[in-house]
């Protein structure tokens, strides 16, 4: 399963990068493999590694913000691995050609 997700706290100004960092800090010590752009963190694994990885990630926000926003979208597909770095390459060869 790849699941694409952001936290975003609410009620504590416009500038978030302080709070998102602590969030992705949780991701990249979990582990798994992630990668992380401007909009979302993706992370890769089995659905209760990943979910647990993405409720802790919130925690540490929720516990300097008053209020989170948690935007998820998940591929669930049981039989791939290495799905984060194999779909941006089925991409780039298309681009190639």
């Known amino acids: 399963m790849i699941l694409a997700f952001s936290v975003t706290p609410l009620g504590v100004g416009e500038d978030v990068g302080e709070y998102v960092a602590d969030a992705v800090r949780?991701?990249?010590e979990s582990?798994?493999?992630h990668r992380t752009d401007?909009?979302?963190t993706s992370v890769e694994g089995?659905?209760?590694d990943?979910?647990?990885v993405v409720k802790r990630a919130v925690a540490v926000v929720e516990a300097r913000a008053p209020r989170v926003s948690v935007v998820?979208?998940?591929d669930i597909?049981?039989?791939v691995t290495d799905g984060l770095t194999?779909?941006?390459e089925t991409v780039e060869r298309y681009l190639s050609s």
């Open 38 to 40: 401007a909009m979302f």
């Open 50 to 52: 990943v979910m647990a």
């Open 77 to 79: 597909r049981p039989s």
């Open 46 to 48: 089995e659905w209760d």
């Open 86 to 88: 194999s779909k941006v």
């Open 31 to 33: 582990g798994l493999p």
């Open 26 to 28: 949780v991701v990249r």
């Open 72 to 74: 998820m979208k998940a």
